[in-house]
């Protein structure tokens, strides 16, 4: 069974800070890995995801995440906030339906993340 | 390209009601799929679909039928709501290649049952 766990449902940092959003999974099958992006009253966007090429994945707006399977951990991280990364940001693990990990994510609580100037 | 459309963006219900969500998608997408949304509790899996004809259960399934009648539309049905039901519903989508699994998501509809 798959499954994610998001340490802490809220991170605050100041403007320009190092953010630092840690998921860790667990999985039966070799996962695909995801984050999203949830702005306020917005659907989710995908912001990076892992699927099993580069440990170290870059995605959109700065972002990116890398792949520890000694850990079971896809943390996310930007080296310097900005005003407009405040959001909700969710990690999740793909699933399998009748042997293929198409579509079915589970995911984690989510990391509301507040930027300060 | 409009993506994923999700119809109605707000309801009020009251206890009892019945209402359908429509979800529709222009993307070709075989598999779709409908999230409930709740405060500390991440997005949850309600019901799911590979394509045309094929629906299946995803984890929380009470309360809540799906049909998939063409590849474009998913439309999830609350024969009769609850208090419990008062969530945000995403409806999401993708192609049915290996390896893709990113997901597409609709605006998301807010349901208030009182």
């Known amino acids: 069974a798959q499954s994610v766990t998001q340490l802490g449902s809220h991170v605050s940092v100041s403007e320009g800070a190092l953010v630092l959003l840690r998921c860790n999974y667990s999985s039966s099958v070799p996962p695909y890995l995801f984050w999203y992006v949830q702005y306020p009253n917005q659907g989710l966007q995908l912001l990076l995801k892992?699927?099993?090429?580069?440990?170290l994945v870059k995605g959109i707006n700065g972002f990116e995440a890398e792949f520890k399977k000694s850990e079971t951990s896809f943390h996310l991280t930007k080296p310097s906030a900005h005003m407009s990364d405040a959001a909700e940001y969710f990690c999740?693990?793909?699933?399998?339906?009748?042997?293929?990990?198409?579509?079915?994510?589970?995911f984690g609580r989510g990391t509301q993340l507040t930027v300060w100037p | 390209n409009a993506g994923v459309t999700q119809t109605p963006k707000f309801q009020v219900l009251k206890t009892g009601q019945s209402m359908t969500l429509q979800c529709a998608q222009d993307m070709n997408h075989e598999y779709m799929s409908w999230y409930r949304q709740d405060p500390g509790m991440g997005l949850r899996l309600i019901h799911y679909s590979v394509g045309a004809g094929i629906t299946d259960q995803g984890e929380v399934p009470n309360g809540y039928n799906v049909s998939r009648s063409t590849t474009e539309d998913f439309p999830l049905r609350l024969l009769s709501a609850a208090p419990s039901q008062t969530s945000v519903y995403f409806c999401a989508s993708c192609a049915m290649y290996s390896g893709a699994n990113v997901l597409t998501f609709g605006a998301g509809s807010r349901l208030t049952v009182l």
């Open positions: 999740a693990v793909s699933g399998s339906f009748r042997g293929s990990t198409l579509g079915r994510l589970y």
């Open positions: 892992y699927t099993s090429a580069a440990t």
